[in-house]
């Protein structure tokens, strides 16, 4: 609640539709900015990761391109092709195995996990996405990991999204959170096999990372 006793009649700075921690369900939690104090970084690490794994536009099981380019860091790589969807060790494009994770990278989404009370998060993989305006993710649940006990944290960068959020059947309402730079979202437990997508990524441009917004989505996949 807030306390307009306190607040008189001075314009309403935080509105109570955009408080710091907006919880999705009882598992579930944006963290509005809490990757910014990391940026600086996370965008350090992100160049040399790109530069040994470069981003790339995955095929579906169904033959279509992904619009959006991925890329992976850490002991396990998710990857989709003609043959499926699975998690790898080894990048196929490079014939190397994927970058490590980043200390910075564990720091971040280790203190994202505690907020939301997954303290002790071990991942062992970063799918990173990258989405071009006219990008988008359709509605799926992040289910080829081999742990449902570990949450997802999914850090957001660059132009603003909306991330929907729906439940454990593709026909539940969804919720439309706005995601922008800096934002965290967590969801585990109850709430760990919830569908989710990201709608077609509209033109803007972000003063960093241009017409591009990127998402790291940590796991624990093995
Ligand atoms: C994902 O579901 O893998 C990514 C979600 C996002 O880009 O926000
Ligand atoms: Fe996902």
New binding site residues.
């Given amino acids: 609640m807030k306390d307009h006793t306190r607040l008189g009649s001075i314009p309403d700075l935080f509105p109570e539709s955009s408080p710091a921690t907006e919880w999705l369900g009882p598992s579930a939690c944006v963290l509005r900015g809490f990757a910014l104090p990391y940026v600086g970084e996370v965008l350090a690490a992100l160049a040399e990761i790109e530069a040994a794994a470069p981003f790339r536009q995955m095929q579906t099981p169904g033959g279509y391109s992904m619009s959006?380019a991925m890329t992976n860091c850490g002991e396990l790589g998710w990857t989709s092709d003609r043959d499926g969807y699975r998690y790898a060790p080894m990048d196929v494009l490079t014939g190397l195995p994927w970058p490590a994770l980043p200390e910075v990278f564990l720091r971040l989404s280790q203190a994202a996990a505690a907020e939301v009370g997954f303290a002790g998060f071990l991942p062992d993989a970063c799918?990173i996405?990258r989405?071009a305006p006219g990008s988008k993710?359709s509605l799926?649940q992040?289910k080829d990991e081999q742990d449902f006990g570990a949450p997802?944290v999914?850090v957001?960068l660059g132009i603003p999204?909306v991330?929907q959020f729906g439940g454990l059947k593709r026909s539940d309402k969804t919720q439309r959170v706005p995601?922008l730079h800096g934002d965290v979202?967590v969801w585990g437990g109850v709430d760990r096999l919830r569908y989710?997508?990201?709608l077609t990524v509209k033109a803007a441009t972000h003063a960093v990372l241009g017409a591009h917004?990127i998402?790291l989505?940590f796991r624990k996949a093995g």
């Fill in positions: 959006v799918l996405n989405y993710l799926h992040d997802i999914s957001s999204a991330f995601v979202v989710h997508g990201v917004r998402n989505t």
